[in-house]
């Protein structure tokens, strides 16, 4: 809101506030003083709610702010990872290796079996 709608707002409220009081001092038997009354209230709710809507938004605003500074920084997924594999490379090289068969008799083999035994296994 500008500064002329505060002003505005400022000098209807003070406006509702005078009616709200004289409707409170008019005799009991006319019906309509209720209706009255409670519309003034209504609208002296509104009223109240303009004027003080700029401190409202900016407490909300400084919540939300302080808030979010307290949470917990954001998850960097690739540091996670790279995490994870280091964690893993270094489980993988202290625990026991299985071997499925053992390995080749390598001191009877001849040159020919060696080589033959190298190509097919790492190819070269």
């Keep these: 809101m500008t500064n002329d709608q505060l002003r505005a707002a400022d000098r209807e409220l003070?406006?509702?506030e005078a009616l709200y009081i004289s409707a409170q001092q008019a005799p009991d038997g006319?019906?309509?003083?209720?209706?009255?009354?409670?519309?003034?209230?209504?609208?002296?709710?509104q009223l109240g709610y303009m004027l003080n809507a700029r401190t409202m938004l900016n407490n909300a605003r400084?919540?939300?702010?302080?808030?979010?500074?307290?949470?917990p920084p954001e998850i960097d997924w690739a540091v996670s990872a790279d995490r994870d594999l280091i964690v893993q490379s270094l489980k993988g090289a202290s625990a026991p290796h299985d071997f499925k068969q053992p390995p080749p008799p390598f001191g009877r083999m001849s040159d020919a079996e060696f080589r033959n035994?190298?190509?097919?296994?790492?190819g070269f």
């Design 14 to 16: 003070r406006e509702v």
């Design 62 to 71: 400084r919540a939300v702010i302080a808030k979010a500074r307290k949470a």
């Design 117 to 122: 035994y190298t190509k097919d296994n790492y």
């Design 30 to 45: 006319d019906p309509r003083k209720q209706q009255a009354i409670a519309m003034l209230e209504q609208r002296g709710l």
